[in-house]
């Protein structure tokens, strides 16, 4: 069955670095998305992505992240000087279809195993 | 402000038994509404969605109500097994912004 790959599984990274995180959507999937989840916290919303731009993102998605489709495979999430408040869970997610904007619409998104950021 | 809230924070329960998990939200306008579960340290599996339109569905042993006059919905759970033990997640979609507001979730444990 396909799923969502992520890589790496585990990322160590002094403050003030650039990380970039790896997500392998499934393969027919047009819509992408990243989730984050602090230890012991719920998962927050942080962006989507449709056709090579930004659909949505959240008021914590500012400019020190960024994402791209560098390839027809690969999504990435970029973090460009770590905070030690980025350590996280960060889950990619795919979906086949996107969010109507009319009502009744709705996708199934699948999520990956995630990437724990530790920023120290 | 847009906000979802879920009761009980933990619940543990026998093998074999029922139980009932809530969620009420103040988000608006809506979209949809779903429920998620998650294993510790991995990524959330969607169990169910549902619209404005839809008060019950069902996904095996989970069958998921919604009521959008209360902004409530629950997330019963059948004959249950030890693998149920996980955190249940529910989250709501805005219509208008099309953002995703989760609740803190239920750690449910099963006990033999």
């Known amino acids: 069955e396909p799923e969502v790959t992520q890589t790496p599984s585990h990322q160590v990274t002094q403050m003030g670095q650039e990380v970039i995180l790896r997500c392998v959507p499934i393969?027919?999937?047009?819509?992408f998305y990243w989730y984050r989840q602090i230890l012991g916290q719920k998962v927050e919303f942080l962006v989507s992505?449709?056709?090579?731009?930004?659909?949505?993102k959240s008021e914590i998605f500012d400019d020190q992240f960024s994402v791209e489709r560098p390839d027809g495979s690969n999504f990435t999430l970029k973090i460009r000087s770590t905070k030690l408040e980025d350590s996280a869970m960060y889950f990619c997610?795919?979906?086949?279809?996107?969010?109507?904007?009319?009502?009744?619409?709705?996708?199934?998104?699948?999520f990956g195993p995630g990437t724990r950021l530790t920023v120290l | 402000k847009n906000q979802v809230e879920q009761s009980p924070q933990s619940l543990i329960i026998l093998e074999g038994k029922n139980c009932t998990l809530q969620?009420?939200?103040?988000?608006?306008?809506?979209?949809?509404l779903r429920w998620y579960k998650q294993d510790t340290g991995r990524g959330p599996v969607s169990l169910t969605i549902?619209?404005?339109?839809?008060n019950t569905k069902s996904n095996g042993r989970y069958t998921a109500t919604l009521d959008a006059d209360t902004k409530q919905s629950s997330l019963h759970i059948t004959a249950s097994q030890l693998s149920d033990s996980a955190s249940y997640i529910c989250?709501?979609?805005?219509?208008?912004?099309?953002?995703?507001?989760f609740g803190t979730g239920t750690r449910l444990k099963v006990l033999a």
């Open positions: 997610a795919s979906s086949k279809t996107g969010e109507t904007r009319y009502k009744g619409g709705y996708n199934e998104q699948f």
């Open positions: 393969s027919n999937h047009l819509y």
């Open positions: 992505f449709y056709n090579n731009e930004i659909s949505e």
């Open positions: 969620c009420n939200y103040t988000v608006s306008p809506f979209s949809n």
């Open positions: 549902m619209t404005f339109s839809e």
């Open positions: 989250v709501v979609l805005t219509s208008g912004t099309y953002k995703y507001i």
